[in-house]
T-cell receptor, first 114, second 110 residues
C-alpha cells in the first residue's frame, strides 16, 4: 500500500463546475500538506500549502486537511479551461519540517471543458 | 535569472552509456532533490541533499549517483543507462513554504 493514495482520474468537468480533488494517506506523522499543479511537459508548481487541520483559501482554490481521517482535499470553484492540468498532492515525511523530502500522490488529471 | 534550471531539456542516449543531468539553483536553498516521473508511479524520489557534501538516498536510488560540491549545483549521473531509466527527471529545491521544480529533463534510453 502506498503512503499517499490519489485517484489518477482523468476527471472531466464543464467550465464553471466545482472540482474536488482528494488524497488519503497512511502516516499520521505527516505535518505539512501541499498541492501542486503540473501542466503538460512542465514542472510541478506549488499551488497551496497548509499545516494542520482546517481550511485554507486562495482565490478560487481551497485546501482542506482532516488529520483525524488522514484525508486532504483541494476544491476549485468556477473552474476554467486554464485549470486543465495534473494536480498532485504532497506531504512531508516525519521529522522533515516543510523543507525536507516530500511524498507525492500519483496525481489527478483534470480537464475542464469550455 | 533567478530560479532553478535543468539541462539538457531532452536527451537520447544508448544503453550502457554514462549520462549526467545538470541542476542549478540561484537561491542558495539548502535542500535539493531529484525525482523521476513515470506514468502510473507519479513522482519518485531518487536522491536528495540537505547541504553541500551531504546527500542521501531516496526511494529509487539504484543506478544513479549524485554529488553536491557547491550549494547551487546538484548533478545526477546515470552510471550505465538502462531502458528502465527512460523517464522525465525533475530537480527541485526547497525553502519555507514548499518546493520549486525545474522544467525537467526528458531522457530516453535506447
Amino acid at each position: 500500500q502506498k503512503e499517499v493514495e490519489q485517484d489518477p482520474g482523468p476527471l472531466s468537468v464543464p467550465e464553471g463546475a466545482i472540482v474536488s480533488l482528494n488524497c488519503t494517506y497512511s502516516n499520521s506523522a505527516f505535518q505539512y500538506f501541499m498541492w501542486y499543479r503540473q501542466y503538460s511537459r512542465k514542472g510541478p508548481e506549488l499551488l497551496m500549502y497548509t499545516y494542520s487541520s482546517g481550511n485554507k483559501e486562495d482565490g478560487r482554490f481551497t485546501a482542506q486537511v482532516d488529520k483525524s481521517s488522514k484525508y486532504i482535499s483541494l476544491f476549485i470553484r468556477d473552474s476554467q479551461p486554464s485549470d486543465s492540468a495534473t494536480y498532485l498532492c504532497a506531504m512531508t515525511s516525519p521529522g522533515s519540517g516543510n523543507t525536507g523530502k516530500l511524498i507525492f500522490g500519483q496525481g489527478t488529471t483534470l480537464q475542464v471543458k469550455p | 535569472d533567478a530560479g532553478i534550471t535543468q539541462s539538457p531539456r531532452y536527451k537520447i542516449t544508448e544503453t550502457g552509456r554514462q549520462v549526467t543531468l545538470m541542476c542549478h539553483q540561484t537561491w542558495s536553498h539548502s535542500y535539493m532533490f531529484w525525482y523521476r516521473q513515470d506514468l502510473g508511479h507519479g513522482l519518485r524520489l531518487i536522491y536528495y541533499s540537505a547541504a553541500a557534501d551531504i546527500t542521501d538516498k531516496g526511494e529509487v536510488p539504484d543506478g544513479y549517483v549524485v554529488s553536491r560540491s557547491k550549494t547551487e549545483n546538484f548533478p545526477l549521473t546515470l552510471e550505465s543507462a538502462t531502458r528502465s531509466q527512460t523517464s522525465v527527471y525533475f530537480c527541485a529545491s526547497s525553502a519555507e513554504g514548499g518546493y520549486t521544480f525545474g522544467s525537467g529533463t526528458r531522457l530516453t534510453v535506447v
